[in-house]
């Protein structure tokens, strides 16, 4: 009978820590939070966060019995490579563990080069500090307090970028399922992207590739926090949607979300969202503007690269088809030639998990594969 194997993603954030068991089949169960405690000591303190998140999962695991240590269908995620200690009752399987972190991230040799999230870190070997954390809870001698099944050995085998992790998610168990090539794009505070070309993440030349939210869509445009003007993010991150709609309503343009704004309820994008879906004008109107910069950005991107599909996540990407997908593909097809035009987009599938599913994916490349 077919083992159904599992592996731990975990999805590094700057506030907590999320991680889960993923199946072969790419279901997450066993989700746990940790703080990240990023304010109170050096990434050496982060990588034991990490490691605590981990322990918890395979706690919780244990509880629901996972593995399926009894039963028919007997499935230890076991593998040839399972090392062996003295005696068959003393077998010990290794876990693939995956980690996501926001920053430049050197994949090859498990560096954070930088990330916005923990100021002050440059060039930190936050594998092998997880991996140090990692084995000290397997060898624990008293176990008590971070009791962990001692048949279960937990080893992190790649880390990458957060969002290279979520197109890995995508592509492995989401909406790219069946294609090749494909870029992703998640909409969110700011504009994240990754490039997958014959099936692998590309990385390029020293690590910074798939920056798709810097794609400049109006040569003297808004100012963007790269330094750069009218980078996509500029237009379609969260900030800047509420921005554009602001400076509207400052100029004199009516909508209902005047109103209902003020210094104690922010206006949110998901704001503007419903009130373009009860027919607000300018509502509607600053979501087809931000499609159709978006467009122009993937024009650009088909253009170049001539990917099979590009997948939109992120918490705009649930303004949905016609407000904001519908704009999207009208621009492209207006600019782009045939062939590169023919372009799918749609929407991510994996939603709220993509960041544990694209994680444990990254736990492929070393154990499972
Ligand atoms: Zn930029």
Redesign the pocket.
């Known amino acids: 009978m077919e083992a159904t194997k599992h592996r731990i993603g975990v999805d590094l954030g700057g506030t907590d820590i999320k991680a889960g068991l993923v199946s072969s089949e790419g279901d997450v169960s066993c989700r746990v939070v940790v703080p990240t405690d990023v304010e109170t000591g050096p990434p050496k303190v982060v990588a034991a966060r990490i490691a605590e998140a981990v322990r918890q999962v395979l706690v919780k695991a244990e509880t629901i019995n996972i593995y399926g240590t009894s039963g028919v269908d007997a499935t230890h995620p076991s593998s040839s490579r399972s090392v062996k200690a003295s005696g068959s009752e003393d077998e010990v399987f290794e876990i693939g563990v995956g980690l996501g972190s926001p920053g430049l991230i050197i994949a090859e040799t498990g560096v954070v080069h930088f990330s916005p999230n923990f100021p002050g870190w440059t060039d930190i070997p936050l594998v092998a500090y997880v991996n140090t954390e990692l084995s000290k809870l397997h060898n624990a001698k008293d176990g008590a307090a971070r009791k962990i099944n001692k048949q279960y050995k937990p080893v992190l085998r790649g880390m990458d970028n957060d969002v290279n992790a979520m197109t890995l998610g995508e592509l492995y168990h989401g909406a790219g399922v069946g294609y090749e090539s494909l870029v992703a794009l998640t909409l969110g505070t700011g504009v994240g992207g990754g490039v997958v070309i014959d099936g692998e993440v590309y990385h390029g030349s020293l690590n910074t590739a798939g920056?798709l939210?810097?794609t400049v869509v109006e040569p003297n445009g808004r100012y963007?926090?790269?330094?750069?003007q009218g980078?996509?993010?500029?237009y379609a991150g969260a900030k800047n949607i509420v921005e554009r709609i602001q400076e509207k309503i400052a100029a004199g343009r009516s909508t209902t979300l005047a109103a209902a704004t003020n210094a104690e309820t922010p206006l949110t994008p998901r704001m503007i969202a419903e009130a373009a879906q009860t027919g607000d004008e300018l509502a509607i109107e600053i979501f087809a503007e931000t499609g159709r910069y978006i467009g122009i950005a993937l024009t650009s991107i088909a253009h170049i690269l001539n990917p099979q599909i590009a997948i939109i996540g992120g918490g705009i990407a649930e303004a949905g088809e016609k407000l904001l997908f519908e704009p999207i593909r009208a621009e492209l097809s207006k600019r782009a030639m045939d062939i590169p035009a023919q372009m799918k987009i749609v929407k991510a599938h994996l939603g709220n998990d993509a960041g544990i599913v694209g994680a444990a994916m990254l736990a492929l490349e070393g154990f499972f594969k």
């Open positions: 920056e939210g810097h963007c926090g790269c330094g750069n980078c996509l993010e500029a």
